[in-house]
């Protein structure tokens, strides 16, 4: 477990985890392309043989590209010449809880909080991409924009045989993760500028044990070093006014006492190498739907009201 928190360790105080190979800049890199050069910020550091949820932002001339037409291009790079095996939309999802280009925090109570400081980070690109086989591809990421510029970046990735993380279809661990009874400031297991006490009552494997579907959300708000980590919390917040009698929301912080401390022990049962994560457990104790990085409502509901029998 020791050398699992060491990759942790390092990957979050990098970048959004990314385990990606030639012409890829991880999503925290501070330093700007070279003008007029589409540059992806990929979220998925896992990506495995089967489906995948492949999530990014696009950095173009220093800025992040909203509402851009996108589409990712898969290959087949085994041989010299690169075949063509896919071609993938991958529509651009506008965060909901961002308004005139600034965050929007909501209180337990229902209050809303904009944030005074503003943000670029809008939304996320994302693409369902397959592979057949592990080992490496090829991947072309294409946008056109607003005035009609087409420009791509390039990049490989290597596709793992099984995924690291928790499959969906598998049974949770089983965490007996650390809640609000335990402590005496909720600030000492959530870094979030305004802790929820709604997110800390409930130990996943009491929520299992008692049949109750849970939204289990890893993340630390504070010390994300990614720029496009974006507001995961306040996205699951919006959920809780409509599912919060029907699910346990459940927020793990990464680390116990900052950064460069100690990795909680849920993180390390979980074998969690990035954050943020989000994870739908039915109430049997079974994974149904799994999201890494930047995610937003339009993404999580459906497969909430599925796993509910809502749809």
């Given at each position: ?104 925090h ?6 809303r ?13 994302v ?15 294409l946008?056109?924009?607003?005035d ?35 402590v ?8 979030s ?14 929520a ?7 939204v ?70 079974v ?9 937003t ?6 497969p909430?009201?599925?796993m509910?029998?809502?749809?």
């Amino acid at each position: 477990m020791a050398s699992v928190a060491r990759v942790l360790r390092a990957t979050l105080l990098v970048a959004a985890a990314v385990v990606l190979e030639v012409g890829v800049t991880a999503a925290g890199q501070l330093t700007p392309p070279p003008a007029g050069v589409l540059q992806p910020l990929i979220t998925t550091s896992e990506l495995v043989v089967g489906r995948n949820r492949l999530a990014f932002a696009l950095l173009r001339h220093g800025n992040l590209l909203a509402d851009a037409d996108v589409a990712v291009r898969v290959y087949d790079t085994r041989d010299q010449d690169a075949q063509l095996v896919a071609a993938l939309p991958a529509p651009y999802y506008k965060l909901e809880v961002i308004e005139g280009g600034r965050q929007v925090h909501i209180h337990p109570d229902g209050t809303r909080h904009v944030h005074a400081t503003p943000t670029d980070v809008q939304g996320i690109y994302v693409a369902q991409v397959s592979f057949e086989r592990p080992g490496p591809w090829g991947l072309e990421i294409l946008a056109r924009t607003a005035d009609g510029a087409l420009e791509s970046a390039r990049l490989s990735i290597n596709a793992l045989e099984v995924s690291r993380t928790p499959v969906v279809g598998t049974p949770a661990p089983r965490s007996r993760n650390v809640i609000a009874s335990d402590v005496s400031d909720l600030r000492q297991i959530d870094s979030s500028e305004l802790p929820d006490h709604r997110l800390h009552q409930t130990r996943i494997a009491d929520a299992i044990g008692q049949g109750k579907p849970q939204v289990i959300v890893f993340a630390t708000p504070k010390y994300c070093t990614s720029r496009v980590c974006g507001p995961v919390l306040d996205v699951l917040r919006t959920l809780i006014p409509t599912y919060g009698k029907r699910v346990a929301f459940v927020h793990q912080e990464i680390w116990q006492g900052g950064p460069s401390q100690i990795i909680a022990p849920t993180v390390e049962e979980w074998s969690l190498r990035s954050e943020p994560w989000i994870f739908l457990v039915d109430g049997q104790g079974v994974i149904r739907a799994k999201f890494e990085g930047l995610t937003t409502r339009r993404e999580l509901e459906p497969p909430l009201r599925r796993m509910l029998g809502l749809e």
